[in-house]
């Protein structure tokens, strides 16, 4: 059974910083690329950052660069994403999902961690 489990949001002030896990199971994690998005309340999903199979981030959001870095430890099979300095409109579910090998998209995600910036 394929599994992608986010954890790590919760409430934080402006400014404030979270360290979003992402633990998977059922599949071959260190050659699947892996990736975070996000969805505020309202508004469509949101590719934020991506990640190859052998750890070299590939893609981070101008809205996000300089604040968030995505990580991976293969060994662990577990994707990372540090947010540092967090603003309201970080406000948002964010997932996980995984592509694997001989697939063009994404096909497995995460359940969603919410992430809520506010004082």
């Known amino acids: 059974e394929v599994r992608l489990v986010e954890s790590g949001g919760g409430l934080v002030q402006p400014g404030g910083s979270l360290k979003l896990s992402c633990a998977a199971s059922?599949?071959?994690?260190?050659?699947?690329?892996m990736s975070w998005i996000r969805q505020a309340p309202g508004k469509e999903i949101e590719w934020i950052s991506a990640?190859?199979?052998?750890?070299?981030?590939?893609y981070i959001d101008d809205s996000v660069k300089g604040r968030f870095t995505i990580s991976r430890d293969n060994a662990k099979n577990t994707l990372y994403l540090q947010l540092n300095n967090l603003k309201p409109e970080d406000t948002a579910v964010y997932y996980c999902?995984?592509?694997?090998?001989?697939?063009?998209?994404?096909?497995?995600w995460g359940q969603g961690t919410q992430v809520t910036v506010s004082s």
């Open positions: 999902a995984a592509r694997p090998p001989l697939f063009t998209q994404y096909k497995y």
């Open positions: 059922g599949f071959t994690f260190g050659n699947s690329d």
């Open positions: 990640i190859h199979s052998g750890g070299v981030a590939k």
